[in-house]
């Protein structure tokens, strides 16, 4: 079973839509998640940190739910620019590079 | 603004040959930096740990005497992949951890390599 599983789409979606990405994990000691955006033949960029709390900033939202260990990412109003590919990071263990990395969920958003 | 840098961008090299690639984090020091790999279509993963002063630390899999890593400055780490072959063509990322940012992990622009 892989560590991190997340649907790979792709998603396509019309601008101003409303999309979610899930994402599921199998450590239930994992202590870190992120949301990573990756554009075509480019590094990951760091999206959004994902507390227990839940999150948001800005058009986008992140949740994380332990018991059933896994995480969500909520993007409100979607833009052009928001095409890409969401990655799920956990990290197994704080101080550690225990980070491991869905394979992404493509996204396009159409005009 | 970008915090981890490398070089080169695009590297297209001939079968046998070794390449150098460079990572540098940007106005902070960096005792541990982190060495992925990206085949096309897949996720990230890791290849190893390079700890600045010591022997980096490989995962299971990846061959330490092809892929040679030296962290010989708080701020430079490098990535020899010895006697290229055209399997190891493919997105090297280098990351690093920034002072006080918790587990966050900022990822270099990468390296494409391709091995004709």
């Known amino acids: 079973r892989k560590e991190v599983e997340q649907d790979p789409g792709p998603f396509n979606v019309p601008e101003g839509a409303t999309v979610a990405f899930n994402c599921t994990y199998s450590?239930?000691?994992?202590?870190?998640f992120f949301w990573y955006r990756q554009d075509c033949r480019k590094e990951p960029k760091l999206l959004m940190s994902v507390y227990s709390s839940g999150n948001e900033d800005g058009r986008f939202t992140a949740q994380l739910n332990r018991a059933s260990q896994y995480i969500s990412l909520l993007i409100r109003d979607s833009k052009l620019s928001d095409s890409a590919t969401y990655l799920c990071?956990?990290?197994?263990?704080?101080?550690?590079?225990?980070?491991?990395f869905g394979t992404g969920t493509r996204l396009t958003v159409i005009p | 603004g970008a915090v981890v840098s490398q070089h080169p961008s695009r590297v297209i090299c001939k079968s046998g040959t070794s390449v150098k690639i460079e990572c540098r984090s940007l106005?902070?020091?960096?005792?541990?930096m982190f060495w992925y790999r990206q085949f096309p279509k897949q996720s990230l993963m890791l290849m190893a740990t390079s700890n600045e002063g010591s022997k980096a630390t490989y995962e299971q899999g990846v061959e330490k005497d092809k892929f040679l890593i030296n962290h010989a400055s708080l701020t430079l780490s490098t990535l020899t992949v010895t006697s290229a072959h055209p399997e190891d063509s493919s997105f090297y990322i280098c990351?690093?951890?920034?002072?006080?940012?918790?587990?966050?992990?900022?990822f270099g622009p990468g390296t494409r390599l391709t091995v004709l």
């Open positions: 990351s690093a951890r920034v002072p006080g940012r918790g587990d966050t992990q900022y």
């Open positions: 450590n239930s000691a994992s202590q870190s």
């Open positions: 990071v956990v990290n197994c263990q704080t101080g550690a590079n225990n980070l491991f």
């Open positions: 106005d902070f020091q960096a005792t541990t």
